[in-house]
Structures are given as C-alpha cells and as structure tokens.
C-alpha cells in the first residue's frame, strides 16, 4: 500500500488485513493517524515505512 498525498488514515483503515506486509506512506506531513489503524495486523511481519527525514513527526501520531 503506498499513501503518497494522503494526509491522515482513519479508523480501522487496514484491520483484519491479515496478509498486509507494509505501507508505505510517503507524505512527509501527517494529521493524523487513528489508533487502531492496524487492529488485527502481525505487526511483527508489517512494516510501516515513512520518510526518514520525517521519522519524528510521525513517532507521536502513529502507535504502531
């Protein structure tokens, strides 16, 4: 999944999406990010990947 000029991921936007190995979200702003975005997801075998230049802007929105 790749979430290039999406701004925020609402609730339950990825839960029970079991086979979901990464997404990669590309906007180097978010708004936010629900909590339980990733409900039902092997969070050890998903990665979540966002610009390394904005790796702390996203640490306080995303609970991963």
């Known amino acids: ?17 079991e086979s979901l ?3 990669t979200y590309l906007n180097t702003t978010v ?3 629900a909590s ?3 409900d039902y997801v ?5 990665s979540l990947i966002v610009p390394t230049a ?6 306080p929105i995303v609970v991963y």
Do not use: H, M, P, R
């Open 1 to 17: 999944t790749n979430c290039k000029n999406v701004n925020s991921i609402g609730a339950n936007a990825f839960s029970y999406c």
């Open 54 to 59: 904005s790796l702390e802007t996203y640490k």
């Open 36 to 38: 339980n975005v990733f």
């Open 31 to 33: 708004t936010g990010i």
């Open 21 to 23: 190995i990464s997404v």
């Open 42 to 46: 092997d969070q050890s075998n998903c």
